[in-house]
């Protein structure tokens, strides 16, 4: 019996639907945003640079295939040390000293390097060039340190280059440098206190919370939004939730539910009140992305038929909010660690708020673009067919990525 126009096109749609998933699956977690501290003290320029360690495989020049872990941070050296040039007077500082170290409980690599300028600070001028064809989104947020003022600031694909006029700046100021760096990350220990310019600290300790909020840089709303999208696991998770007839009102629960359980867990682990590893997390996120595929075929069978079966699923009673929340849960510590990676200090909160923002706007827009989809299909006899069928690629994909993480 030659199939319809309708089930011809319901047919295309789920192949289209599943090529997608493919896809975005494909590139789970990998981010284009890297971090960068930087000190100015009397012995040079000190550069702390802090990303994913899953990125540098972007940086070997010989591919060796997908699934492969990262070489040690020691292999990277040469590339980063590329990356980075400083000079003064239009003459390049030295670099006198370089390290590399891996960050296990975040996943991240961190290469320090030093670099020297007999010449002075006059007409300085740091250029970092790393991943601009790799990655021309890519957005590395950056601090300066100097007489203890603190510069916020992004490198960009477009915005290679920060120059810094030191003895002026330190003439204005009537502050010396400092005679040698930080012995750790000052990312941890000091405040970020503008997004254009140096302030005053004092002043800026005495400013109101609010003040403190617009200070706050506004691309971290941008990282929200970009993580959340690029973020496979989670991105499949929140269409997962839609592949079940449900009414409005469920549907508007399951996604607040949702909502305020990863923005519990990503406040509480990015002020480190909880912490694990993500050896332990990114696995049991993978777990709920199956876990959701399976509750959603479970659901889409009930003894009826046609279009009486989806008002049939609506009208039934659900707990669904409960397993949403509790697997929210876990999903605000996965969305926490790059935040976790970015020292942030005194200025978390605004952070905070900015980058649960953009993931609130990067998952609204999600359920935009597939609530339309989803009650289309669920209008059609043959849609829970194809719910049933995404939701069976859920948990391929859940199981796939569990056992990746679990075993790599």
């Given at each position: 019996?030659?199939l319809?126009y309708?089930?011809?096109?319901g047919r295309r749609?789920c192949l289209?639907?599943?090529?997608?998933l493919?896809a975005t699956?494909?590139c789970?977690?990998?981010?284009?945003f890297t971090?960068?501290?930087?000190?100015i003290?009397q012995?040079?320029?000190?550069?702390?640079?802090?990303?994913?360690?899953d990125?540098?495989?972007?940086?070997?020049?010989?591919?060796?295939g997908?699934g492969?872990?990262p070489l040690?941070?020691?292999?990277?050296l040469?590339?980063?040390?590329?990356?980075w040039s400083?000079?003064?007077k239009?003459r390049?500082?030295f670099l006198?000293?370089?390290?590399?170290a891996?960050?296990r409980t975040?996943?991240?690599?961190?290469?320090?390097?030093r670099?020297e300028?007999p010449q002075g600070?006059?007409?300085?001028?740091?250029r970092?060039?790393?991943?601009?064809e790799?990655?021309?989104?890519?957005?590395n947020f950056?601090?300066?340190?100097?007489?203890?003022?603190?510069?916020r600031?992004?490198?960009t694909?477009?915005?290679?280059?920060?120059a810094?006029?030191?003895?002026?700046?330190?003439s204005d100021w009537?502050?010396p440098?400092q005679?040698?760096?930080?012995?750790?990350d000052?990312n941890?220990?000091?405040?970020?206190?503008s997004?254009?310019?140096?302030?005053n600290?004092?002043?800026?300790e005495?400013?109101?919370?609010?003040r403190?909020?617009?200070r706050?840089d506004?691309?971290?709303?941008?990282?929200?939004l970009k993580h959340?999208l690029?973020g496979?696991?989670?991105?499949?998770f929140?269409?997962g939730?839609?592949l079940?007839p449900?009414s409005?009102?469920?549907l508007?629960?399951l996604?607040?539910a949702?909502?305020?359980?990863h923005?519990i867990?990503l406040?509480?682990?990015?002020?480190?009140?909880?912490?694990?590893?993500p050896?332990?997390t990114e696995?049991?996120?993978?777990?709920?992305?199956a876990?959701?595929?399976?509750?959603?075929?479970?659901?889409?069978?009930?003894?009826?038929s046609g279009t009486?079966?989806v008002?049939?699923?609506?009208?039934?009673p659900?707990r669904r909010?409960?397993t949403?929340?509790?697997?929210?849960l876990?999903h605000g510590?996965?969305l926490s660690?790059?935040?976790?990676?970015?020292g942030l200090?005194d200025?978390?909160?605004g952070?905070l708020?900015?980058?649960n923002?953009?993931?609130?706007?990067g998952?609204?827009?999600i359920?935009a673009?597939?609530?339309?989809?989803?009650?289309?299909?669920?209008k059609r006899?043959w849609?829970l067919?194809?719910?049933?069928?995404?939701?069976?690629?859920?948990?391929?994909f859940?199981?796939a990525?569990?056992?990746e993480?679990t075993?790599?």
């Open positions: 019996m030659p319809s309708a089930q011809r096109l749609c289209l639907i599943l090529l997608l493919q699956a494909a789970a977690h990998l981010s284009g971090d960068t501290s930087i000190q003290a012995p040079g320029i000190k550069v702390i640079y802090t990303l994913p360690a990125n540098l495989l972007e940086l070997e020049s010989e591919p060796r997908e492969v872990k040690a941070p020691a292999e990277y040469d590339a980063i040390v590329q990356g400083v000079s003064a239009r390049p500082c006198r000293d370089r390290e590399a891996a960050l975040i996943e991240s690599y961190q290469f320090s390097l670099f300028c600070f006059d007409e300085l001028l740091i970092y060039s790393l991943f601009g790799q990655w021309r989104g890519e957005q950056t601090r300066v340190f100097m007489a203890g003022e603190q510069l600031m992004r490198f694909f477009d915005k290679k280059e920060l810094l006029q030191v003895p002026q700046l330190l009537d502050k440098l005679e040698d760096f930080f012995e750790v000052p941890n220990k000091l405040r970020k206190d997004w254009t310019g140096f302030l600290t004092t002043e800026s005495n400013s109101s919370w609010w403190e909020l617009w706050t506004p691309g971290f709303i941008t990282l929200g959340i690029e496979a696991d989670h991105l499949l929140v269409i939730l839609l079940v449900a409005w009102a469920r508007a629960g996604v607040t949702f909502t305020v359980a923005s867990t406040a509480l682990s990015s002020f480190h009140a909880i912490a694990l590893p050896t332990l696995p049991l996120i993978a777990l709920t992305v876990a959701i595929g399976v509750e959603n075929i479970l659901r889409t069978r009930w003894p009826a009486d079966q008002a049939h699923i609506r009208s039934q659900s909010w409960l949403t929340f509790a697997f929210g876990i510590v996965g660690y790059l935040l976790t990676q970015m200090g200025d978390l909160v952070t708020l900015f980058f923002v953009g993931v609130e706007l998952q609204l827009s359920v673009v597939c609530l339309p989809v989803t009650l289309w299909l669920f006899s849609g067919r194809v719910s049933s069928a995404l939701s069976g690629a859920l948990v391929l859940g199981l990525w569990f056992i993480r075993f790599r």
